[in-house]
């Protein structure tokens, strides 16, 4: 995966898929959270080895079990096939956050980092934007 110079807004603007609109709704809610952070298009292969779109917000430097630290995104948020989903890169008590908060946020799906839903009425908002202020406090130097 590799930051690049596509512009957010164009991309989101082109976007005609089923999950459009949730898709450009869901960026003005992290958008609004991370007011003032980095707001940026990651394209490239996933570890899993799938191809992805990917808006990021939040730069941070994230450490890795094996190898030098990775510039990456706090919070990232892509379509895909049948769902929407969220990576929160932000860990507590040993954790990643997703998993911790995947019971309070409807009905979502959760793995180590990330969240997945078939439609933003899934997702509880409202708790949705308390994972992002959680995330974001346990980054304090995001960019």
């Not at 094996?66 to 860990?91: C, I, K, M, T």
Request: charged share 25%; glycine share 10%.
């Amino acid at each position: 995966m590799e930051r690049t110079d596509q512009d957010v807004d164009q991309y989101l603007e082109r976007l005609d898929s089923p999950r459009a609109a949730d898709l450009r709704e869901l960026d003005a809610v992290i958008a609004a959270e991370f007011a003032g952070l980095e707001r940026v298009m990651w394209e490239g292969v996933m570890w899993g080895g799938t191809e992805q779109r990917i808006v990021g917000y939040g730069a941070i430097s994230q450490s890795r079990p094996r190898g030098p630290a990775v510039d990456w995104f706090l919070v990232g948020v892509a379509e895909q096939q049948r769902h929407l989903s969220v990576y929160v890169n932000a860990a507590e008590d040993g954790g990643y956050l997703a998993p911790a908060w995947a019971p309070r946020l409807g009905r979502v799906k959760a793995g180590a980092a990330a969240l997945t839903f078939s439609r933003l009425e899934d997702l509880d908002l409202t708790e949705f934007r308390g994972l992002l202020c959680r995330a974001r406090s346990l980054a304090p130097d995001v960019r």
